[in-house]
């Protein structure tokens, strides 16, 4: 039976973080000395400004659950976790645990590099608040975890970088804690180590003793392993829900971004070329825009359609062409040709298309559509008029739980490579 396919709702509640609010002062100005410091004091210069962290943070883990915990950086992910771990403590509201929490933050963190890899265990263990008895105890599956048998009484600073980051993981993830905090950590190692840790945590999400708060921006990792998360947006509970739908949230969040992002810094551009018409366009072609109908998080049964619209008077022959940029990989893997796509109608119009997804595997993509007319000295080939770049372009992104090589482009539904026999 999956016992975390369950509700958790009757399961005890292991964590509960009640109207938390966190701020930090932030140096402005300092003073000098006394008299300076009586000056500032006197005319309300407080030499600091306030920033607000977290906002009334609310929300409650029950054992046995895989918690995700994301949002973009400088949402307050990390200042939570560190509450949440006792490492700093919350300007308002309460948080309570009810069992042993192992917070693993930062790999490597509380390492010694003078000491060998036997020693940083018992002190690694001490840190997190185990006794020399309870790390003896779990000594043995650390370092066969670790795969280091035969480095242990060497000095740390001798092991590579890989090494020590399989170390310090072993350490957090095989110490015996009923609720264990990790930040960020789930792509350590190389790559067989990272099939380790992934059969590790499939078997944790299995085990209803075991709860597990995850922060990461892999939305992958939430959909694989947590079957709830909550999305931190400018220090507030922007989304919570099943790890589906805000892994979605954050996915569109991301994309929001990029667009204000993009924007500010084509008004800067703008400014200070004092450009009439948006980057890409110009007095031939003031409309061109690539507008997404199908929803921006697709899967890839379903082809992603989006329309064209643009405003083109000339009495000539023009083409649509439209490129498919990989946001996350780079590069261009298909484009339609110069030529597919020749318009019928002038002026204000809008054209229908759709894109197959079936091909390709998890990622980010970009719509880069141009507007072209025949060039007069070679028939082959045609001249760019104007291109739908920034606002103008159109992104989308495939979450399939179909695909499982993320990394790689092509899904194995589009291509896989057989072996010949001899």
């Known amino acids: 039976m999956n016992t975390k396919t369950n509700s958790f709702d009757q399961a005890p509640v292991v964590l509960s973080v009640e109207h938390v609010a966190k701020s930090f002062k932030l140096p402005t100005e300092q003073a000098t000395g006394l008299k300076q ?23 409650e883990v029950h054992q046995g659950e895989f918690f995700g915990i994301v949002g973009r950086n400088g949402g307050g992910k990390s200042t939570l976790l560190k509450l949440i771990s006792g490492i700093y403590v919350p300007d308002k509201g309460s948080i309570a645990t009810n069992g042993k929490l192992v917070p693993f933050i930062e790999l490597g963190v509380g390492f010694n590099p003078e000491l060998t890899g036997r020693e940083n265990v018992y002190l690694n263990g001490a840190l997190l608040g185990f006794t020399h008895e309870e790390v003896e105890a779990m000594y043995d599956d650390i370092v066969a975890f670790a795969e280091l048998e035969e480095f242990m009484d060497q000095k740390l600073k001798n092991y590579s970088s890989g090494m020590q980051v399989r170390l310090a993981f072993s350490v957090a993830i095989k110490a015996q804690g009923d609720i264990l905090v990790l930040d960020e950590v789930l792509a350590v190692g190389d790559e067989a180590f990272q099939r380790k840790c992934d059969a590790y945590f499939s078997e944790v999400r299995e085990d209803p003793t075991k709860t597990v708060i995850l922060v990461t921006h892999d ?123 020749k318009m019928t109608k002038r002026g204000h119009q809008v054209a229908h298309f759709e894109l197959p997804l079936d091909l390709f595997n998890n990622g980010e993509f ?4 141009s507007l072209r007319t025949p060039n007069p000295n070679n028939d082959e080939i045609t001249d760019a008029v104007a291109v739908a770049l920034d606002d103008n372009a159109c992104e989308f992104v495939i979450r399939d739980p179909r695909n499982t090589k993320n990394y790689a482009l092509l899904s194995d539904r589009a291509m896989q490579i057989t072996q010949l026999n001899d």
């Open 37 to 59: 410091a009586f000056i500032n004091w006197t005319k309300g210069i407080k030499g600091y400004k306030e920033q607000r962290v977290l906002r009334d943070i609310s929300f």
């Open 219 to 341: 939305m992958a990792a939430v959909k694989k392993y947590c079957n709830r998360a909550i999305l931190i947006r400018d220090g507030e509970i922007a989304a919570s829900g099943d790890s589906g739908t805000v892994s979605e949230q954050y996915t569109l969040d991301n994309l929001a971004q990029e667009k204000k992002d993009a924007e500010r810094e084509r008004e800067r551009l703008a400014k200070k070329a004092e450009q009439k018409y948006p980057n890409g366009l110009n007095e031939r072609c003031p409309i061109l825009k690539t507008i997404a109908v199908s929803p921006q998080v697709c899967v890839s049964s379903e082809p992603f359609k989006f329309d064209v619209e643009y405003q083109f008077d000339e009495d000539t022959d023009f083409y649509l062409a439209v490129a498919v940029h990989d946001i996350r990989r780079g590069g261009i893997p298909y484009d339609t040709g110069s030529k597919t796509f």
């Open 366 to 369: 970009r719509l880069l559509t």
